[in-house]
């Protein structure tokens, strides 16, 4: 068990330009989560999948923003158009199948940080 | 809605005083509230949570929390603050009928020697 995994640690880009992240979770882990955080404030819920399917959507997501989980292991979070105000920590989570549980501890990830100059 | 209320920004204790962080929350149904710490530079840990069991529940590191239904709170305490202590710890509720966990803004916990 190697913990969640996120590529890149840091990435800097031009408004206007395409980003991509990567999550690998834990493996065996179906569920997993997107957040963003930014200084100061903590993590802001950004959409949920369990294996493959994108359960929820945070209505703070703008359009631009898009996440797959193409075959229920590692997932990618894509921001088109990027703005000044994507700038933030990009964090991803898993969690374990667990029966009769409700309510699952996640497992975050190092975080992917954005600037966007 | 579901909210969660960290009451202090920033808590400092001396190392070996106890140490509580405050937090209260809003829910319409029996919820489920969790502690978690994040020290800088690593990622975010669990440290405990409440799911409609015991009211005091225990976590890693000497922490523990007591949930308190009549005052919507959810406090964090430990009885000697030790330096590794020092991090942001966040209280979180999960949206009852959703997958979605709401985080508080965060309390700084300062621990001097």
């Known amino acids: 068990d190697t913990g969640v995994s996120q590529d890149p640690r840091h990435k800097i880009t031009k408004r206007g330009q395409n980003v991509t992240f990567r999550c690998d979770p834990i493996s065996e882990h179906n569920r997993l989560y997107w957040y963003r955080q930014t200084l100061g404030q903590g993590p802001e819920f950004l959409t949920y999948f369990q294996n493959e399917a994108q359960l929820e959507k945070s209505r703070l997501l703008s359009d631009r923003f898009s996440a797959e989980r193409p075959k229920g292991s590692f997932s990618t979070l894509e921001i088109q158009r990027t703005e000044q105000g994507d700038s933030a920590m990009y964090l991803c989570?898993?969690?374990?199948?667990?029966?009769?549980?409700?309510?699952?501890?996640?497992?975050f990830g190092p975080g992917t940080r954005l600037t966007v100059t | 809605a579901q909210s969660v209320t960290q009451l202090d920004s920033h808590v400092s204790v001396s190392e070996g005083t106890p140490v509580l962080l405050r937090c209260n929350y809003s829910?319409?149904?029996?919820?489920?509230l969790f502690w978690y710490v994040q020290h800088p530079n690593k990622g975010l840990q669990l440290l405990l949570k409440y799911t409609s069991a015991a009211t005091l529940v225990k976590g890693i590191n000497g922490f523990e929390a007591e949930f308190k239904k009549s005052e919507t709170s959810f406090h964090l305490t430990k009885p000697s603050a030790h330096m590794s202590d020092a991090a942001e710890y966040f209280c979180?509720?999960?949206?009852?009928?959703?997958?979605?966990?709401?985080f508080g803004t965060g309390t700084r916990l300062k621990v001097l020697a």
């Open positions: 989570a898993s969690s374990p199948r667990l029966a009769g549980e409700t309510a699952y501890e996640q497992y």
């Open positions: 829910s319409s149904y029996s919820p489920s």
């Open positions: 979180v509720v999960r949206a009852s009928g959703t997958y979605k966990y709401i």
